[in-house]
């Protein structure tokens, strides 16, 4: 599986950005994906994933996220997005999408085999 994220830029806080994730590969459909982002000087952290076919499409979102943040997958497509609202200077990060072979969503980095480049997301004050 090949991951591309784009969709990062500038924006001010209260404001939102999609993010989108294009995957390549033929077990898109059934690979659980997630969502991570490291600020500077800042360990990478999980803060959304979303199962793979056959496991009801669950979603998870860490507290730092959760409320704003909704993580939605197209297999048609082979994307996944990120939708965040309600951005604010800490939210300011370079952020990565991952899969993993398996269907249960994860946020572990560990736990993650496929790793995109990251898009940068500024969040100004």
């Known amino acids: 599986v090949q991951l591309q994220a784009f969709g990062g830029g500038l924006v001010q806080a209260g404001g939102s950005l999609r993010l989108s994730c294009a995957a390549s590969?033929?077990?898109?459909?059934?690979?659980?994906m997630a969502w991570f982002r490291q600020a500077p000087g800042k360990e990478r952290e999980g803060i959304s994933c979303?199962?793979?076919?056959?496991?009801?499409?669950?979603?998870r979102y860490s507290a730092s996220v959760k409320g704003r943040f909704t993580i939605s997958r197209d297999v048609g497509e082979n994307t996944v997005y990120l939708q965040m609202n309600s951005l604010n200077p800490e939210d300011t990060a370079v952020y990565y999408c991952?899969?993993?072979?398996?269907?249960?969503?994860?946020?572990?980095?560990?736990?993650?085999?496929?790793w995109g480049k990251g898009t940068e997301v500024t969040v100004s004050s």
């Open positions: 991952a899969s993993r072979s398996q269907k249960d969503c994860s946020l572990y980095r560990y736990r993650m085999h496929y």
């Open positions: 979303i199962s793979g076919s056959g496991s009801a499409g669950t979603t």
């Open positions: 590969g033929r077990t898109f459909s059934s690979a659980a």
